[in-house]
Each structure stands twice: as C-alpha cells, then as structure tokens.
C-alpha cells in the first residue's frame, strides 16, 4: 500500500479558512495610463499618491463581511513602489503625501487584521520590479550580473523587513513564484524558513513544506475534482500555466492544495485583469451570484476561494465592490447555515443515506483531512459520481431532491468523513 500524506495542522487551519481576500493598491490607481511594461525607464512620481480616506479598518471589515478567514496585501506589486517604509530605496509610501511621509499601510494593515481577528498575510512579487528593471521570472532585463546580484541582494533585505517588522504572517504570496539561486534567483527559501517557517506560502520555492499551488487561472474555478497533493517529481507547480496545475495527484508525492483567486472584477471588461480599481468600471464588478457560483467551484472542489479587493483613488473599496462582498456573505450563510439533515463525526462506513423533508440543493461532503485523503471515487444515487472529495464537496443537486445516498467505490484505505450533510 501507498503511503497516506497527511496535512499538518497549519495546512488544515488553511484549509478550514475556504475563504480569504487578495487586497492591491498601487501607483496605476492614481495614474491609470501607466504600464510598466511600456516603458522600464518610467514610474509614477510618489507626489501622486494620495488615498485621503485610506482606512485598512474599512478593509478588512468588508472582508469579514464576505465570510473571509484571512487576508493578503500586496505590499510590494510590480512597478516596484512599496506600502511600507523600506529602507533600500526612495519608492515607498514614506515619501508620499499619505499621513504626510508617516504612513505605513503594511503595519496598518496588520494592526487591522489582528483588531478583527481575520489572518494576515502579505504578497511581495520577486518575479517582477519595474523600479529595479526585472520582469519575469525575476531576471534583470539588461541581463547584467553585477545587476541581478544588487537586485537579489535587495530582495533579500526587503523580505527581511517584511517577516521581522510586523510579526507571524499567516500567508505569504509570490506571485509567478521564485527562481532558485542555481536559476539567478535569490536564496528566499532559506531566510523563509528562518523567518516565517509557519506560514503557508503560495507559488514559493519549490521545496517549500508549507506551499501552494495555483489552481491555473484567474477564474476561481477548480478542475471537477481536484486533489491536495500533487506529484513533485513529475511537476513545478509554478502556476504558470493551466495545464501544469490541473486536478492534482491522488499518489502525489507532497501535500501542496490549490488555491482559486478571482479578481473582484471582470478581467475582460475592466483595468489591469480586474484586480485594480479605475473610475468608471464599477459595472464590471461581478455580482454576489457570480462570486457565489465561483465559491461552489472553488471551496466545494476541494480549494480554497481567494476574492480580489481593488482599492479606489481614496484609499477605500467602492460601493459597488462593497455591495459585491457583503451579498456573496450573506448568500454562503442563507444556503449553508442550516442543514437539512446531517451526519458528522468519526464517520468510516462506505455508504450513507440522507433524506429531508424539504428540498435540497446541495450535497456537502468532508473527508477529516488529519487522516490525508482517501477517497478515490464516490457514486450518488441522484445521477452525480466523481473522484476527489478532500477538505470539503459541494454537489449541487437535481430539482426536487429530498433523499441522496452517497456510496465510495474506490479508496486507499478506511474512509474517514467528517460530515456529510444536505443544504
């Protein structure tokens, strides 16, 4: 038999968050026209940032209205300005007019999370820095040495101030992941695992015991059945793209879940693939539905579900956005509160019966992930049959629905679920 991975008890506190927030604010917001790409030799003057009415206890509380567990600030995104006072160069919130130079939004932030017991985490892109002229995957673009050295070498203390300055991160974000020193990266893991060896880590280094992978798209969407661990031998997880993050491996090799983000925003109809705010785009919000049916595609397959927050010229989050987060809460609450009828605890049978005296619309099943996953494919007698079940399943069910019995064909070992229920 095959040995059963089984998570750790940071991995399964992850986990049992399902859902968190993504928050960016950068120079784009308050000059729409630039793009880094355009032109290496240009960024935003700090004069123009501005957020008047920036208050990071708004933030998260609109995250907590969205059910979200957790939350993620881009501290540093690619035209390389930083949210905090960094000590390696002038680009940083220091030198704006925000709190006249006195500003700190990372340690803000922080402070905002703890308040209201959400759990923070911070997003630092190595892979791309137009102020230092790197683009991905975190090369200097002249191809100089000497210049990829200096860049690193700042990487390497503005990490440092990130994971000493503001205490345990839960979280920690790289986006396009991290290139290897044998690759002409910067040596990231080792001061990872001396700072913040806790944390859960999306996209990292690729030894990381803690990490993540990208589920492959911006959609929120996860493959129809989508397993944890994945097989490191065969695959990077990079999260570059689609096809090299697809459903996982039932025999994978490391413990490595896939998270789903979704801008708050539609990508094809509003600024920088929705993940910033630009006036005039608030009818590209995706509406509390959308985000719904996005949520049973991502935590109900097996993911966590990570919502993108886009900061407006103010420093706060739109009504529309607002109105977006607090209606997606509030529709998870009105159709997962209640159960209808319920089975939870040591459950290790093959088979098991419900039956309402109401319709139902949903099946939820949860595989006690302290014992790995062992579920290897499931029948209903309701027409619905998969593979992957994990930390949690949403099966949505066919109309006039009142009985479900949901049978495991195939596993690795004895089954255990925590709960099964009908919604």
């Not at 206890?57 to 609109?62: A, F, L, P, S």
């Not at 993540?212 to 031998?233: C, H, K, Q, S």
């Amino acid at each position: 038999m095959k040995k059963i991975l089984c998570p750790n008890e940071q991995q399964i506190k992850w986990a049992d968050c399902e859902v968190g927030v993504i928050i960016h604010l950068d120079m784009q917001v308050f000059e729409p026209s630039y793009f880094f790409r355009d032109n290496f030799d240009y960024q935003p003057d700090v004069s123009v940032f501005k957020p008047e009415k920036l208050d990071t206890d708004k933030w998260i509380e609109d995250a907590v209205s969205a059910g979200a567990k957790y939350a993620v600030l881009v501290a540093k995104h690619c035209s390389g300005f930083c949210l905090w006072p960094t000590k390696q160069h002038d680009y940083h919130i220091g030198n704006t007019p925000y709190k006249n130079g006195n500003g700190d939004i990372v340690g803000e932030f922080i402070a905002s999370c703890k308040k209201y017991g959400v759990l923070p985490g911070l997003y630092y892109s190595v892979s791309c820095n137009a102020y230092y002229k790197v683009d991905n995957p975190g090369l200097c673009i002249s191809g100089d040495k000497e210049e990829q050295k200096r860049y690193n070498d700042m990487v390497m203390k503005q990490l440092r101030e990130l994971w000493t300055n503001y205490g345990e991160l839960f979280e920690i974000w790289f986006d396009g992941g991290c290139l290897s020193p044998e690759q002409g990266g910067a040596p990231v893991a080792e001061l990872l695992y001396k700072l913040q060896k806790d944390a859960i880590v999306f996209q990292g280094p690729i030894n990381m015991g803690n990490g993540l992978r990208w589920v492959g798209n911006e959609r929120g969407i996860a493959p129809f059945d989508t397993y944890a661990t994945v097989d490191f031998r065969k695959e990077s997880f990079d999260g570059m793209t689609e096809e090299e993050n697809r459903g996982g491996d039932p025999y994978g090799n490391i413990w490595r879940p896939a998270e789903s983000d979704i801008p708050g925003r539609d990508a094809k109809r509003s600024f920088m693939g929705g993940w910033f705010w630009k006036s005039g785009e608030d009818d590209a919000v995706f509406p509390a539905e959308e985000l719904f049916n996005r949520y049973l595609d991502s935590v109900g397959r097996n993911t966590n579900f990570l919502i993108g927050m886009a900061i407006n010229n103010e420093g706060l989050l739109s009504e529309a956005d607002k109105n977006a987060l607090k209606g997606f809460g509030e529709l998870v609450e009105e159709n997962f509160s209640k159960p209808l009828a319920i089975l939870e605890g040591e459950l290790t049978g093959d088979s098991y019966t419900l039956e309402s005296t109401e319709n139902a619309k949903y099946l939820v099943i949860c595989e006690d992930i302290k014992y790995g996953e062992r579920i290897l494919s499931y029948k209903t007698d309701v027409g619905i049959e998969g593979k992957a079940i994990g930390h949690k399943r949403i099966l949505p069910l066919p109309e006039n629905t009142k009985k479900v019995t949901f049978t495991v064909i195939d596993k690795k070992d004895t089954c255990h679920i925590k709960k099964i229920a009908l919604y």
